[in-house]
């Protein structure tokens, strides 16, 4: 099992640039999120799925988007790239939270954002 | 919303114990988690309390009271290598959603 994995791991982009970043994970797990973590503000929630065709907001959507065509991938898209989006991102995968299991989180290694 | 504190930072001595807080106002509590992260890493699972009362993991145990909407993550015998951030995170599940809500963390440091 590669358990969740994110691509890319670093990346730069100029203010008004969209890219997408990739998350995938081969657990079977119906529930995952994408978190951005800024110093002194703790991890954030910007989306979140319940399952394919699923997705629903967190904390911070704005300036995201997310969609759930497979039960694997969940990718995020930066629509325009703004400096506040610098940050560190995180994508997760869990069995519902709460259900059998705990719904532990597994987390992905993170994707480090500069826009300029 | 949710509002979770815990404390910036912490210092202990190797062999130790410490104790880590975190309180919670929340609607919608479903359970509350601990994550461990190191610098520059994903955070890792630690423990998921659902009910009042303690539980314990070898050298970590946690404790959650929903009544008082506190929990605690306490280490024991600690070691140079659990210098980290330790993160509360608390679960919501209400009809508007099934989501967790981490706290800022503390930052651990073990000293000699």
């Known amino acids: 099992n590669a358990g969740v994995t994110q691509t890319p791991k670093f990346q730069v982009l100029k203010t008004g640039q969209s890219m997408t970043l990739q998350c995938a994970q081969d657990m079977n797990h119906e529930y995952m999120s994408w978190y951005r973590q800024d110093p002194g503000m703790g991890l954030r929630l910007i989306h979140y799925?319940?399952?394919?065709?699923?997705?629903d907001q967190g904390e911070v959507p704005n300036g995201y988007n997310v969609s759930r065509s497979t039960t694997e991938d969940f990718p995020l898209r930066l629509l325009s790239a703004a400096p506040s989006q610098t940050s560190v991102y995180f994508c997760?995968?869990?069995?519902?939270?709460?259900?059998?299991?705990?719904?532990?989180?597994?987390f992905g290694p993170g994707t480090r954002l500069t826009v300029t | 919303g949710q509002n979770i504190d815990q404390p910036t930072e912490m210092t202990a001595t190797e062999g130790a114990i410490v104790q880590i807080n975190c309180t919670y106002q929340t609607s919608g509590f479903n359970g509350l988690f601990w994550y461990q992260q190191h610098a520059g890493e994903a955070p890792t699972f630690l423990s998921y309390n659902v009910l009042d009362g303690l539980e314990e993991k070898g050298r970590f145990s946690s404790f959650l009271s929903r009544s008082k909407g506190y929990s605690y993550l306490l280490l024991k015998e600690l070691q140079m290598k659990d210098s980290a951030s330790y993160l509360c995170a608390v679960h919501v599940l209400t009809g508007g959603g099934n989501k967790l809500t981490f706290g800022t963390g503390t930052q651990l440091k073990v000293e000699l």
């Open positions: 799925s319940v399952g394919a065709g699923i997705t």
């Open positions: 997760a995968s869990s069995y519902s939270p709460g259900s059998a299991g705990q719904g532990e989180q597994y």
